[in-house]
């Protein structure tokens, strides 16, 4: 069975940093692309970063180039999403998500999410 | 490329057709259009992708259609546990916008 657990979310002062990750299980995780998707507190869905499976193509929104890096663990069966320079309006929940092959950037499989709350 | 949804709110009855629009401001690549339904407290989950094709274990009262900047997801009928949030995704080119959604209520 695919499961996807990301963790790292919690409080953060504008300005600061945090650390996501997602672990993966139940999947040949080096296979597939992966992606994160946030979605503010009552608001739609929102593309956040792509990241194929040997980590050549990694992709971002506007909003969060420069302040965002995706990165990947194969070894580890793990993404990552550092964050820096967060804003109040970064505050989300952010999803990993598991594409359909190695450079396919559609979430097939969904984690259950963690909640980043930038505030002062 | 910029994804327009309508109508924002669709308000039917169980056992109606429901239609939803997807319009993209270009031309999406190979037709590279995903289908998201998402309910109150829940990930999304995949209905439909590369414009037609159902995901996994997806009931076939599900349909995509479309392709060039106009895409359609239809619901044949509609059963009380299809009333949600739907959202189109472009994945063709970066960014992989998402659509602002469209709620289907009764």
């Known amino acids: 069975e695919v499961q996807l657990v990301e963790s790292g979310g919690g409080l953060v002062k504008p300005g600061g940093s945090l650390r996501l990750s997602c672990a993966a299980s139940?999947?040949?995780?080096?296979?597939?692309?992966m992606n994160w998707v946030r979605q503010a507190p009552g608001k739609g869905l929102e593309w956040v970063s792509s990241?194929?499976?040997?980590?050549?193509?990694?992709y971002y929104a506007d909003s969060v180039k420069g302040r965002f890096t995706i990165s990947r663990d194969n070894a580890k069966n793990s993404l990552y999403l550092q964050m820096d320079s967060l804003r109040a309006e970064d505050t989300a929940v952010y999803y990993c998500?598991?594409?359909?092959?190695?450079?396919?950037?559609?979430?097939?499989?969904w984690g259950q999410g963690t909640l980043v709350t930038v505030s002062s | 490329i910029v994804l327009t949804q309508s109508p924002g709110t669709l308000s039917l009855s169980p056992g109606e057709r429901a239609t939803l629009s997807c319009r993209a401001s270009?031309?999406?690549?190979?037709?590279?259009l995903a289908w998201f339904q998402q309910k109150p407290g829940q990930a999304p989950r995949l209905l439909i992708y590369?414009?037609?094709t159902r995901a996994t274990a997806i009931p076939d009262r599900f349909s995509g259609s479309g392709s060039g900047t106009d895409f359609t997801l239809t619901i044949s009928r509609l059963e009380p546990e299809d009333f949600a949030v739907y959202y189109c995704?472009?994945?063709?080119?970066?960014?992989?916008?998402f659509g602002p959604g469209t709620k289907v209520d009764i």
């Open positions: 998500a598991r594409g359909q092959y190695s450079g396919s950037y559609y979430g097939v499989y």
């Open positions: 139940g999947f040949t995780f080096s296979h597939y692309s």
């Open positions: 990241i194929s499976s040997s980590s050549n193509f990694i």
């Open positions: 270009q031309s999406v690549t190979s037709s590279y």
């Open positions: 590369d414009a037609s």
């Open positions: 995704q472009q994945y063709g080119s970066s960014p992989f916008s």
